[in-house]
C-alpha cells in the first residue's frame, strides 16, 4: 500500500526552461511536506518543505506547491540548470506519527545543457 | 557543521554471514533514524530513536536485524544473518527536535552475494 506515489520514474528537461516534479498522497492525516534531492553515491539532501496551512513555498529557484483537496504537491524548477541533474523524493509527515516521514519512490531529473 | 557520518561506505559479504553499519549524528540532534534503500525506491524507516531509547521499529526485521543507540549519539545497525535480499544502501538520518527535517549521511552500500 503505498502512501506517497511519484508516477514519473524520470524527467528531461532542457536547460533554462522550468522542470515540474509531482507526487500524490493518499493520507489526509499528513500535515508536513518536503523534497530530498539525490546525488549517486551521497545520502538525501533537503531541498524545500511546505507545511499543510500553506499552498505554496519558494527558496530561489525552487518552488513547491501544496494541493491539499487533491492530496497532490509539485515543486517547480525555474530555470532549471545541468547542475539539478538527481533524483528528487518527496516526502510526508505526520505529527501524529513521531515526526516520521514517508517517501516516494524518486523521480529521476535530467537537466540537457 | 559536521553532517551525518556512516561508515562503512561500501561493503561486499556473502550470504548468512554478519555486518555492521555504524553512524555519527550531527551534533546535537536527538532522533536518529535507519533506513533501507533498495534500488529504485525511496528510503524506507527500519528504526527510531530518540536519544538512547527506541521510538518505532516496527518495521525492523527483528530475526536479523539489530540496532542501538548507546550514550544517545553514536548508532550501530547490524545484520546476522545477511540473505541477498538485504542488498541496498543503509542511510543513516538525524533530526533536532521540533521540525520535520532529516538530515541524511553518505550511506552505506551493501551487496550480499
Known amino acids: 500500500d503505498q502512501q506517497v506515489k511519484q508516477n514519473s520514474p524520470s524527467l528531461s528537461v532542457q536547460e533554462g526552461r522550468i522542470s515540474i516534479l509531482n507526487c500524490d498522497y493518499t493520507?489526509?492525516?499528513?500535515?508536513?511536506f518536503l523534497w530530498y534531492k539525490k546525488y549517486p553515491a551521497e545520502g538525501p539532501t533537503f531541498l524545500i518543505s511546505i507545511s499543510s496551512i500553506k499552498d505554496k513555498n519558494e527558496d530561489g529557484r525552487f518552488t513547491v506547491f501544496l494541493n491539499k483537496s487533491a492530496k497532490h504537491l509539485s515543486l517547480h524548477i525555474v530555470p532549471s540548470q545541468p547542475g539539478d541533474s538527481a533524483v528528487y523524493f518527496c516526502?510526508?509527515?505526520?505529527?501524529?506519527?513521531?515526526?516520521?516521514?514517508?517517501f516516494g519512490s524518486g523521480t529521476q531529473l535530467t537537466v540537457l545543457p | 557543521e559536521a553532517g551525518v557520518a556512516q561508515s562503512p561506505r561500501y561493503k561486499i559479504i556473502e550470504k548468512r554471514q554478519s555486518v555492521a553499519f555504524w553512524c555519527n549524528p550531527i551534533?546535537?540532534?536527538?532522533?536518529l533514524y535507519w533506513y533501507q534503500q533498495i534500488l529504485g525506491q525511496g528510503p524506507k524507516l527500519l528504526i527510531q530513536f530518540q536519544n538512547n531509547g527506541v521510538v518505532d521499529d516496527s518495521q525492523l526485521p527483528k530475526d536479523r536485524f539489530s540496532a542501538e543507540r548507546l550514550k544517545g549519539v553514536d548508532s550501530t545497525l547490524k545484520i546476522q544473518p545477511a540473505k541477498l535480499e538485504d542488498s541496498a544502501v543503509y542511510l543513516c538520518?538525524?533530526?533536532?527536535?521540533?521540525?520535520?527535517?532529516?538530515?541524511f549521511g553518505p550511506g552505506t552500500r551493501l551487496t550480499v552475494t
Open positions: 551534533s546535537g540532534h536527538a532522533t
Open positions: 538520518a538525524s533530526r533536532l527536535g521540533g521540525p520535520y527535517e532529516q538530515y
Open positions: 516526502a510526508v509527515g505526520s505529527s501524529g506519527s513521531a515526526r516520521q516521514l514517508t
Open positions: 493520507n489526509s492525516m499528513f500535515d508536513y
